[in-house]
Nanobody, 124 residues
């Protein structure tokens, strides 16, 4: 059973940085695509970024491109989301997810395992 635990959320001023982490445990995680999504109050879950199994490919939502960076550690079991130049509109619950399929995906339905989320609040 795959388990994902996010951390690093909190309250930050607009323009500031924050780094989220997601520690994964379970079988063969190094072979999985890992991604980040977010969901603001009253809105649908939104794709943020994903990183390939061997960290040789990434994809980002247009809304965060150039501000957010996804990475994973050498063991491939922890994924990070470095967020810079945060805006009030980035306020949301942030969730990491793991996809057993091959290939990067922005569709939440293609991810198999999810964490409980960590809240990010950006004050303006």
């Amino acid at each position: 059973q795959v388990q994902l635990v996010e951390s690093g959320g909190g309250l930050v001023q607009a323009g500031g940085p924050l780094r989220l982490s997601c520690a994964a445990s379970g079988p063969a995680l190094s072979g999985f695509v890992m991604g980040w999504f977010r969901q603001a109050l009253g809105k649908e879950r939104e794709f943020i970024a994903a990183i390939s199994r061997y960290s040789d490919g990434t994809t980002y939502a247009d809304s965060v491109k150039g501000r957010f960076t996804i990475s994973r550690d050498r063991a491939k079991t922890t994924v990070y989301l470095k967020m810079n130049s945060l805006k009030a509109g980035d306020t949301a619950g942030y969730y990491c997810a793991v996809r057993a399929g091959i290939g990067l995906s922005s569709a939440s339905a293609t991810y198999d395992y999810w964490g409980q989320g960590t809240q990010v609040t950006v004050s303006s």
